[in-house]
């Protein structure tokens, strides 16, 4: 995980200073290899695959849009649904990039 702030950070990585909300498991939860492991191949996905690169992208946009709304005291009905509808796309994007690692993972049979 990025130790500096300004540091890019993968879009599936928590912020290092608040645990992560979204997901089923804590990032802390993740055995260290496979977690190791996972970073690599994302780290990988980011450098060779255009179509990861863009979702990674997009993935995170939603992110900051969440957290922007996130922060507000109070949110218009409005601003209710953009939350549900960003948290929607977000999760399915999530989905895409994970089937692409999965993918990826599996060995390939002819």
């Not at 649904?81 to 977000?90: A, D, G, I, P, Q």
Request: aromatic share 2%; net charge negative; no cysteine.
């Amino acid at each position: 995980m990025p130790s500096a702030k300004n540091e890019p950070r993968l879009p599936t990585e928590p912020h290092p200073n608040q645990p992560t909300r979204r997901g089923n498991l804590m990032w802390e939860e993740l055995p260290n290899m496979e977690r190791i492991a996972t970073e690599e191949l994302k780290a990988h996905l980011m450098a060779t695959n255009e179509e990861f690169r863009l979702l990674a992208t997009q993935h995170t946009e939603f992110a900051h849009k969440l957290d922007e709304l996130e922060a507000l005291p109070h949110l218009t009905d409005q601003e209710q649904m953009e939350e549900t509808r960003l948290k929607k796309m977000k999760l399915r994007i999530k989905d895409q990039m994970e089937a692409i690692m999965s993918h990826t993972r599996s060995p390939q049979v002819a």
